[in-house]
């Protein structure tokens, strides 16, 4: 079955940092396109970072350039999001999603499939 199940989030001091997982099951979805979003109550989903299958493409909302770093290590088919210097609008719960077409990255409507979500909260 193809999922994708995220992992490593928790609460957090603000100026902390934090690294959140994605782990994915199925050898199709292994070799997609990740991406991480997040939803905080009373907002929409915002885009946060994404990686091209190979990990040689990254891209990242300006909200967090130069604080996170999203990778990919395909041998264990996981994803992963370094966030530094968090700050406590960070807090929202973080989506990992795949998708396979070529389209914009940025865009959540791209992405087919998606996790569960791990709840990220940092405190000021």
């Known amino acids: 079955q193809e999922q994708l199940v995220e992992s490593g989030g928790g609460l957090v001091q603000a100026g902390g940092s934090l690294i959140i997982s994605c782990a994915t099951s199925g050898r199709t979805l292994s070799s997609y396109a990740k991406g991480w979003f997040r939803q905080a109550p009373g907002k929409e989903r915002e885009f946060v970072a994404a990686?091209?299958?190979?990990?040689?493409?990254?891209y990242y909302a300006d909200s967090v350039k130069g604080r996170f770093t999203i990778s990919r290590d395909n041998a264990k088919n996981t994803v992963y999001l370094q966030m530094n210097s968090l700050k406590p609008e960070d807090t929202a719960v973080y989506y990992c999603?795949?998708?396979?077409?070529?389209?914009?990255?940025?865009?959540?409507?791209?992405?087919?499939?998606w996790g569960q979500g791990t709840q990220v909260t940092v405190s000021s």
């Open positions: 999603a795949a998708k396979y077409s070529s389209a914009s990255y940025y865009d959540g409507k791209q992405y087919g499939y």
């Open positions: 990686i091209n299958w190979s990990g040689g493409r990254t």
